[in-house]
């Protein structure tokens, strides 16, 4: 069976669930799962790690599911044919808000990882050492020690592939501002999250569209010297 719901085209039968993306960067995703007969729709929100394949093909995505709670466990079981790990969040829309509150906190640990390293070459260390220090210290996070954005620092990520792969900068760009929509509508104070969408659409309008998101790097090297 075939279900088209504007954003998402997914395709189904008795033993089987694929979804495709029509347009870029949509969040919203509708899993539907053949049960006994009933088809549950469930809204599901895809959070990749990104490892040396950044695709579900190394089963590393992170799905967080809202919806009726006996759905959920009657789709887990698919869902975790293609993730490590499945979250159930609650009502049909909580998996969306789980996935903005990442990806907001992972735009500004990127950003201030990048102008950290950055400010530490300046002043002449080592960027292996720096990361080294960052990783072992209360700075470490997952952008300095998983997917450091510096070149030549870690292989088998972006940065080193002249940040080709991983997570677009426009798909950033477009998550930041859901972000901010939400804020907005929750009378909720994001600085640092407003400050990294300007970043993110600034790097889109620049050149950077195409590129991991990890490019905010090579994007504040060259602001530098402007």
Known sequence: MIKNYGMFLLIWDEDRIDFFGIKPGIVCLYVCVPVNC??????SEVVKTFKKYWSA???N???M???VEQEFDAAKE???CMGSNVVYCGEVGTGQAAKICNNMLLAISMIGTAETMNLGIRLGLDPKLLAKILNMSSGRCWSSDTYNPVPGVMEGVPSANNYQGG???TLMAKDLGLAQISATNTKTPVPLGSQAHQIYRMMCAKGYALKDFSA???FLREEESL
């Open 61 to 63: 995505l992170t799905f």
């Open 57 to 59: 093909r190394a089963g």
């Open 167 to 169: 997570f677009g900068t």
């Open 78 to 80: 698919l869902l975790i």
């Open 38 to 43: 009933f088809t549950l729709v469930l809204h």
């Open 216 to 218: 905010v790097f090579q």
């Open 65 to 67: 599911v809202g919806g």
